[in-house]
């Protein structure tokens, strides 16, 4: 095989989802531990002192103390060569997290095991299934008081429409935990509160009939629960199917402990052997493989004005075939044109380093003169093709913003013009209005803070905000005429920069009014670009 297959067939890429404190910090930490990324957890997200010394982003970011930019973690790990691709959470979360999605092969849900499916989860799982990609699940925090383990693998069936597939099971929780039972190689791995953090683990390879031993080892009453539970499962779960999990219609899940690092290399070693490397990708009709030898990459994500020094503009791709080189001529397919990508550099834990070559699954971030936008394609100059884009996910917030000096009209629309173009924000305007009085939707409020930043600082406008009550907007689907619906008086038609109609509401009780009062009506709450 050729060395650029040998490279492409060994990545794995993918994103870790979860709400906020379920635990992705951590897990990702263990992660890295395991391929040597980093020596030490704690290096992730550092804490605000230490990351300002290497961050020289946004004045916003260090403010804030938190993370706009989402990066690329790389590492080695059994010949395996991974991607994780960082989901902005907490308080960054934004549209970018949901773009994020698009560039990854598949995804690791964490659950809180105490608390089972939180609203992120949601959101980010919805993304995810609309993708068909592969769904891990790794529910943590077992060391803790947890949720009965068949109710929470009860809500993500009934919750998400998937199957699942208990990979282990936990053997109590919280001060009783004592370890989990692996199904496959029918052994149980002992929890020790006091190896915390070890790698390896000991595991007790032990027949489950053989009762005597199992008494020993977790004593009796948890033996007889085990047996039980185990014997459930066997008869009633799922049975394992590598189609379905590779189709997101079955999702293995790992019961652990992050903090304590139990379960994590058992989850990270069946992990890799689960999943895939690169996808094929969808180019209209042609489906582009990641061996064909050419290059190809597609925009996800624009971060504008992470160095103030410079002002510049970041665009990251993902590559999708083939392998990049610096230096070499690309093709520009929106634009029309060969470029060559400067500066092309991988983000790892917020440092940034040129790369000279980079492969189908890598994502890069390149140096971007304002001729990007969400989703084109950069290819070959051999490739016709051209990568579906990005869709457009419905924000939650809603404001109107104007300029306090109107004298500054000018500038005002067209920073919030390339803002939105950006991607950064949506802009929507009331039919027939203009510019006159736009409404700015995002996905997560810092958005918001973010705009009047850039707006301040890039194009020198003050802006007044008003934070509107509305907090779900749906893309009319089809022929509908906006103007003869049938709708609460707290429903507004509104349409984006491309024209397309929309409705904003304050509830979702106002939703279903609306579709019930409306035969005929088809709404989504996001939008193919
Ligand atoms: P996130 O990225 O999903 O937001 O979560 P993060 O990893 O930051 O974890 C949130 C909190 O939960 C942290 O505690 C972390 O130590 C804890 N945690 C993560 N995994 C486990 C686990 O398996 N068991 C237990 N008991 N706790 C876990 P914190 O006190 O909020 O932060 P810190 O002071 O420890 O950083």
Redesign the pocket.
């Known amino acids: 095989m050729e060395n650029y297959a040998k490279e492409i067939e060994r990545r794995r890429t993918f994103a870790i989802i979860?709400h906020?404190?379920?635990?992705?910090?951590?897990l990702t930490e263990k992660l890295l531990l395991y391929g040597g990324a980093i020596l030490q957890a704690g290096a992730v997200k550092g804490k605000a002192a230490d990351r300002h010394a290497v961050s020289d982003w946004m004045e916003l970011e260090k403010k804030r103390g938190i993370s706009i930019t989402s990066s690329v973690m790389q590492f080695h790990y059994e010949g395996y060569c991974i991607n994780i691709l960082d989901t902005p959470?907490?308080q960054d979360f934004s549209e970018d997290t949901y773009r994020t999605l698009m560039a990854a092969d598949s995804a690791v849900m964490?659950i809180d095991a105490a608390k089972g499916i939180e609203p992120q989860t949601r959101k980010l799982f919805r993304v995810c299934a609309m993708r068909g990609i592969p769904i891990f699940t790794f529910i943590?925090?077992l060391?803790?008081e947890a949720r009965d383990p068949f109710d929470l693998i009860d809500e993500l069936e009934k919750e998400f429409g998937i199957g699942t597939y208990p990979m282990n099971w936990p053997i109590g929780c919280g001060q009783s935990f004592r370890g989990v039972f692996d199904r496959k190689d029918r052994r149980i791995l002992v929890f020790n509160a006091k190896n915390r953090g070890q790698t390896k683990l000991e595991a007790i390879e032990c027949d489950i009939t053989d009762t005597e031993r199992l008494d020993g080892i977790i004593g009796e009453d948890r033996r007889r629960e085990l047996c039980e539970q185990v014997e459930l499962l066997d008869a009633a779960s799922f049975d394992f199917d590598m189609e379905k999990v590779r189709a997101g219609k079955l999702s293995p899940v790992f019961f652990g402990?992050?903090?304590?690092n139990f379960g994590v290399e058992p989850f990270l070693e069946s992990f890799l052997r689960m999943t895939t490397p690169p996808l094929p990708r969808k180019a209209g009709d042609v489906l582009v493989d990641p061996l064909c030898g050419e290059f190809s990459a597609f925009v996800f994500k624009i971060q504008a004005n992470m160095n103030k020094a410079h002002r510049d503009r970041l665009a990251f791709l993902r590559i999708c075939s083939g392998k990049f080189e610096r230096g070499a001529e690309y093709f520009h397919v929106q634009e029309g044109k060969s470029i060559k990508l400067s500066q092309p550099q991988q983000l790892m834990a917020q440092e940034r380093e040129i790369v000279d070559e980079a492969y189908a699954g890598d994502t890069i971030g390149v140096f971007d003169p304002g001729i990007f936008s969400i989703g084109d394609t950069v290819c070959s100059s051999k490739m016709k093709i051209t990568y579906e884009g990005i869709p457009t996910f419905a924000p939650e917030h809603f404001a109107t913003v104007e300029q306090v000096d109107t004298m500054k009209r000018k500038q005002f629309v067209k920073g919030m013009n390339q803002i939105a173009q950006e991607g950064a924000i949506q802009i929507f305007f009331e039919p027939g209005a203009g510019m006159e009085r736009v409404i700015v939707g995002v996905v997560g409020v810092l958005q918001f803070e973010v705009l009047e930043y850039r707006l301040k600082n890039e194009y020198g406008v003050d802006v007044r905000r008003s934070n509107l009550s509305y907090q779900y907007i749906r893309w009319i689907d089809g022929e509908t005429n906006p103007a003869s619906l049938n709708i609460t008086s707290d429903t507004k038609w509104v349409q984006d920069f491309r024209g397309r109609n929309l409705l904003i509401f304050t509830s979702e009780w106002n939703i279903r009014w609306a579709l019930e009062k409306n035969p005929g009506l088809s709404l989504s709450d996001f939008s193919r670009n």
């Open positions: 979860s906020p404190d379920a635990g992705k910090t951590t959470g907490h964490v943590n925090k060391d803790r402990s992050a903090l304590t």
